[in-house]
């Protein structure tokens, strides 16, 4: 029975193109047919072209073996080199990152002695308001007790006139009393 190239490519699985390159080989070229501008392959022909895709099956299966055993090897051995680049660029990494906590680290020390200098000056000042607060207090107390001395006082030298108004009354009375 004869079948179209299309068929063909359907029953191997290859691509028209394909087919048609292996129709112009001398083995297959005697069982093709062209009619009407359509080319036709007979039974015999399609089994031959099936038996060189077995032999060259067997041959890719035995290549793709063999391929696959030196892909498995190239991607052990890829894998290796990207396992020491990982390790080369992690040891990288953990350096950068060491050197960058150490430098936060000494930024870290140089603000915390700082702010210890603050606070000793800060300590100092209110040492010295509260000296201050005292002296100014006790100069408070000093002028209430001033206060308190000037008003004593006061009223001392005003009970002082008084009395000495009173003598000075009763010594005018008493002349008044010759002088009559």
Do not use: C, P, W
Not at 18 to 29: A, D, Q, R, V
């Amino acid at each position: 029975m004869l079948r179209s190239v299309a068929e063909v490519s359907v029953l191997t699985g290859l691509s028209k193109v394909s087919i048609y390159n292996k129709i112009k080989l001398k083995e297959i070229e005697q069982y093709v047919v062209k009619n009407k501008g359509i080319t036709y392959v007979s039974d015999e022909g399609i089994d031959l072209i099936k038996e060189g895709l077995n032999l060259k099956e067997d041959t890719l299966n035995h290549l793709n073996d063999s391929l696959k055993v030196d892909e498995e090897e190239v991607a052990i051995s890829i894998e290796n080199k990207e396992i020491e680049e990982f390790k080369v660029e992690l040891k990288a990494l953990n350096k950068d990152y060491l050197n960058s906590l150490k430098s936060e680290n000494e930024l870290l020390k140089k603000q915390l002695d700082e702010k210890d200098k603050q606070i000793a000056e800060l300590h100092k000042l209110i040492e010295n308001s509260q000296i201050l607060l005292k002296e100014e207090q006790k100069k408070s107390e000093q002028q209430l007790y001033l206060a308190e001395h000037f008003e004593e006082v006061d009223n001392k030298l005003h009970d002082l006139r008084e009395k000495m108004d009173q003598k000075r009354n009763e010594k005018k009375s008493f002349l008044k009393f010759f002088s009559k």
